[in-house]
């Protein structure tokens, strides 16, 4: 037989550990949740990759058709780093960064340069 204060003690350990499985169930569900989350996330990031290799496709035919055209002309400004390092950007360039960083400054990220390829 136990003593009182003993079986007290046991009752108070049985409570503490029902109260710790409680709480690791909770953060087994909300980890569960973070992986769906992070799931759709990643399929997000392969429907953006999708999509900007169509875009790219778009691009690079309207290139091959219209080489002559306005947006292809080279603008005078250069790349000042990546593969095309010293290259003039052409005015479809810089629309798209101007649009890209427009976006990203619009998200609340304040140095769009950091996050473009070149």
């Keep these: 037989m136990f003593s009182m204060e003993t079986a007290g ?3 108070g350990m ?6 710790a ?22 399929q997000q990031a392969q429907v953006n990759q999708a999509t900007i290799a169509g875009l790219n496709a778009q691009l690079q035919a309207f290139a091959q058709a219209y ?3 306005p947006l292809l002309q080279p ?4 790349y000042q780093n990546g593969p095309r390092k010293g290259q003039q950007k052409t005015k479809v360039r ?8 427009a976006t990203l400054r619009k998200f609340g990220i304040t140095n769009p340069l950091a996050h473009r390829d070149y």
């Design 14 to 19: 049985g409570e503490r550990l029902k109260h």
């Design 9 to 11: 003690a046991i009752e």
């Design 75 to 78: 603008m005078g400004n250069v």
């Design 21 to 42: 499985e409680g709480q690791a169930w909770k953060w087994h569900n909300y980890a569960k949740q973070l992986e769906a989350r992070l799931a759709e996330a990643q």
């Design 94 to 101: 810089a629309m798209f960064e101007q649009a890209f960083d």
């Design 67 to 69: 080489p002559q055209s």
